[in-house]
Each structure stands twice: as structure tokens, then as C-alpha cells.
């Protein structure tokens, strides 16, 4: 160990928590600071009545790049969280009556294909071999060498690589290139889901995201996501990662080119080496650097937030038989609902719903003979275009309700014996994300040819950053593969 080093980490999500396991993995002190009264940011739950929750991810991929974290310590991943496989993958309604199921296996899902539309098991073949060439190729730089800037994707791959990339067509394009029929290609459009942002702006490299599913599977934690969390605290425990919750940090200091640690909120001054700040880029360079120059400005444009989302957490006294675990009710346009909200920025009349049920896998999520229910639609961050109100978005939560209600969930308010609802706003409170975003940097070949922020700071060169608004982005594997990448750039500084 080398204590003479001593790492401040802001914030205890996923990217956090990662970055803080991997660098005490290299000798570090490491002390993670975290506002609320527990770990896991984002990775969040709500037990009430009866029901459990999953307030933020709901869905697990890429298991391998979480259970790294435990074999660098010669632990076992399967010891600290328990998952399981997820069939089908999600269910996907529509409003004239298809019902469309996504398998894994090559010959149930062309099955499933055919069966919606004759003729197009075919195109969903050549589209997800289209998919895994997309997601090799990403997997092999952006993701796995951590790169940052389109200069690295050019020395790392090399002109010839490089070009392989789907850099002309935007997600969309990509996909209706290769399948015909639309309501499959709403399906493979949503993939988006999992960065908040739309598959007309996305560049088309981001159709790599169906191989993440396809080829690694989807998965379960037993008892709710939040055994992420708990598993990776204790592994933290264990490499005497010292946490402290319920500590604010309202300040980095600087000077002269450097950070020199933190200030909380009941004003007690934290020494640090090296300090990586799992805040989002932007509002830590706002708010905790008080940062208004040239770089943070033009950071600030490119780094525009992914969207938000209403939660609408519902507990019934039944069950929906026709739900799945992972469930989408697809808008009656699609596109209109894409640039409702990432162009107008506005709440879209008719959205696209992802709805869990996750007692379809864990009936310990709920009581006997009763569901518990996770609804979310993608809608605008909290911008100054088209400013919302909480009225605006409990209007919206009706609108889901009467959705609901007329695609199968009959009589669904009639059976709701607990509810619990999370605006833009209450994201933002509760996790000081930019806008109340769900899933840090918005994915737009335009604005940042999907880019998220360097994982070193231009600015102080002891100051790092990890999570969703860093690259390579959004969503749990990502994070977690962030904070692994952040503790390789410190260990490379640091020795240089």
C-alpha cells in the first residue's frame, strides 16, 4: 500500500464506488464522501407497504465488468450478488394490438421476427450482425482502452478501422437501413433507451447496443438492483475503503493549476492528493470550482444533458398476467416522441413507456398475488425552453394512466394501493444531476458524435471524473467500466 497518497472521492454512485474499489485495488487511501444517507447514487430503492422498488437502473448487463472488480481482489462476484438471467428480454405492445417478445437465442427471436412480420427474420439477422460489428469495434477502444477524444479513436484504430465506424447514418438510419417493417424498428430504435437519447440524433455506431443484450444477456439481481450496491459496499468494507455518508461536499479547492481537497457542508476542510468527482462534469465545475471560463463554457454546450424521466412507482392488489419483467408501450409515432423531446424540448403528448414488473423474475418484491410496477418515460431535462411545472408532470402521469389503460392494464387505477412519483425535479434534488438527467451526456452525432467528458481534467491536472456524463457514458456497465478506466489514468499520472 502507499498511504502517503491519500484520493478524495466526490459522490458514492456506481462510477464512484468503482473508481474508489479500483484505485484502493492500487495502493491507495481512498475516502468516498456521499450527501445522502446511502450508497449507490442513482442505484436507488423504495420499500413501502409491502412492495420493493427499483427507483433508478433496472436492468443488468455486462455482469463481467462488475465482477472484475471482485476477482482483482481474488473475491467472487457470485458470493456478494446473486443474479440471474431474464427471459424474454423485454415485451414490446403496440396500440394496434402486436405483441413482439426479444429473445437472445438467434432462432427464438428470428422465430418471434417472422411471426410479426413474414420475411423479415432475415433482416433482423443481417441487422444484428451489423450491430455486432458496431459494438466490436467500440468494445475494443472506446470502451475496453478507454479513449476520449476523436484524435484517440484515430491513433488507436488507425484510418482504416476507423472508417468502419457507422459515422454516417444516425441511429435510426442504421437501423431502418436493414428492417423493413416498423414496428421492429421501433424496437431496435428504443435500444437508445439506455443513454436517454434519441435515435435520430444518435450517431449510428450506437447500434451497437443490441450486441451488449444479445450476446451477454440481460439480468437480475435477486431481491432488487439495489444488491448492487449492498455488494459492492461490503466489498469496500472489506479493502477498508473508509465511506462517509451524510457529508456534502460543497467546495473542491484549488490552486494554481491543482485541487488540494474538499469542503463539506458543516465546513471541515478534507486534504487530497488526487480527487475524482463523480459528480457530473458540469455542475461540479459550476458549482463546486465556481468555473464561468472559455473551456467550461464551450463544455458546457457540448456536454448538453441526456433526458429525464417521470418515475411512477405503483403498487396493485393484482397481477397483469400479459406483462413480462421488462415491458415497452410504444408510442403511435415514434419519432414525433423523439423530437418532442430531445428538439422542442417539451413533454410528449403520447410517449413511449418502459414499464417493470419485476415480480415476474422475484415474487419477493411484492405480496402474494400482487404486482409492483415501474413506469418511466423519457421526457426533457428541466431547460429554460419549455419550463415545466410538478402540475405539468402529474398532468403527464395521468395521460401514462389512460395509456395504460386502453393498451391492456384494464381498470389499472382501480387497483392501485400505493403510488409514488419522482419529477425531474426530485432527480435533480437528490442527486445534483445536470437538469434533473437521468443518464448524464445526451448521445447527438452533432453536438458531441456521442462523446461524454474526458476522464482527466484540463483544468487541474490531480482532478479526474467518473459516471454517466464521462466517457463512455450512461447506464451501469458503462459507469462502473468508467471507474475502472479513471483508476488506470491516475495510476499512469501519477508514475509519469
Known amino acids: 500500500m502507499n498511504p502517503e497518497k491519500r484520493v478524495a472521492i466526490v459522490g458514492s454512485g456506481l462510477g464512484g464506488i ?69 427471459r424474454p428480454h423485454w415485451r414490446n405492445f403496440f396500440e394496434d394490438g402486436t405483441v413482439i417478445n426479444l429473445f ?60 468502419q465506424f457507422d459515422m454516417v447514418h444516425s441511429m435510426h438510419g442504421g437501423v431502418a437501413k436493414r428492417i423493413s417493417d416498423p414496428r421492429l424498428c421501433n424496437v431496435f430504435d428504443f435500444f437508445i433507451k439506455y443513454v436517454g437519447s434519441s435515435a435520430y440524433d444518435a ?35 472489506e479493502l477498508g475503503i473508509r465511506v462517509h455518508l451524510n457529508s456534502e461536499v460543497i467546495r473542491i479547492e484549488k490552486s494554481l493549476g491543482r485541487v488540494s481537497g474538499l469542503e463539506l457542508a458543516d465546513r471541515t476542510k478534507i486534504r487530497a492528493d488526487i480527487v475524482v468527482s463523480n459528480m457530473e462534469v458540469i455542475p461540479a465545475y459550476r458549482n463546486l470550482l465556481g468555473e464561468t471560463g472559455r473551456y467550461f463554457r464551450a463544455l458546457e454546450k457540448r456536454l448538453e444533458p441526456a433526458c429525464s424521466g417521470l418515475v411512477l412507482d405503483l403498487g396493485l392488489d393484482c397481477k397483469y398476467e400479459q406483462l413480462a419483467h421488462h415491458n415497452f408501450f410504444f408510442s403511435g409515432n415514434q419519432k414525433e416522441h423523439f423530437k418532442s423531446v430531445f428538439r422542442k424540448k417539451e413533454i410528449p403528448h403520447d410517449p413511449t413507456i418502459y414499464l417493470v414488473a419485476a415480480s415476474r423474475t422475484d415474487p419477493t418484491v411484492a405480496p402474494d398475488g400482487c404486482d409492483c410496477l415501474k413506469i418511466l418515460p423519457h421526457i426533457p431535462y428541466i431547460n429554460e425552453k419549455n419550463p415545466c411545472t410538478r402540475e405539468d408532470y402529474l398532468a403527464l402521469k395521468e395521460r401514462l394512466l389512460d395509456k395504460l389503460e386502453r393498451m391492456g392494464l384494464t381498470d389499472l387505477r382501480k387497483h392501485i394501493v400505493f403510488e409514488h412519483v419522482w419529477t425531474p425535479f426530485d432527480i435533480q434534488k437528490n442527486y445534483y444531476s445536470n437538469g434533473g438527467s437521468i443518464y448524464g451526456v445526451v448521445s447527438n452525432r452533432w453536438k458531441n458524435l ?12 490531480n482532478l479526474f471524473f467518473t459516471g454517466g456524463s464521462v466517457n463512455p457514458g450512461g447506464g451501469m456497465p458503462m459507469v462502473v467500466l468508467c471507474g475502472q478506466n479513471v483508476a488506470k489514468k491516475v495510476v499512469e499520472w501519477d508514475r509519469s
Open 450 to 461: 456521442a462523446f461524454k467528458g474526458p476522464k482527466q481534467s484540463p483544468l487541474y491536472e
Open 203 to 237: 450517431p449510428g455506431f450506437m447500434n451497437c447496443m443490441p450486441t451488449i443484450q444479445f450476446r451477454h444477456d440481460l439480468w437480475y439481481v435477486d431481491g432488487g438492483m439495489y444488491g448492487i450496491a449492498r455488494g459492492l459496499g461490503k466489498l469496500m468494507d
Open 104 to 163: 437472445p437465442e438467434p432462432e427464438k427471436m428470428a422465430e418471434e421476427a417472422e411471426r410479426v412480420a413474414p420475411g423479415s427474420a432475415k433482416e433482423v439477422e443481417d441487422f444484428l450482425v451489423y450491430a455486432a460489428q458496431q459494438y466490436d469495434l467500440v468494445d475494443a477502444g472506446y470502451f475496453e482502452a478507454g479513449l476520449d477524444t476523436v484524435r484517440d479513436f484515430q491513433r488507436f484504430y488507425g484510418l482504416w478501422q476507423f472508417m
Open 18 to 86: 468503482s473508481a474508489a474499489i479500483s484505485l484502493r485495488q492500487e495502493g491507495y487511501e481512498v475516502d468516498l464522501y456521499e450527501k445522502n444517507s446511502r450508497i449507490g447514487g442513482k442505484l436507488n430503492l423504495l420499500e413501502a407497504q409491502g412492495y420493493t422498488f427499483d427507483m433508478g437502473p433496472s436492468i443488468l448487463t455486462l455482469p463481467h465488468l462488475f465482477a472484475r472488480l471482485f476477482e482483482r481482489s481474488g473475491k467472487s462476484m457470485a458470493d456478494y450478488i446473486p443474479i440471474r438471467t431474464v
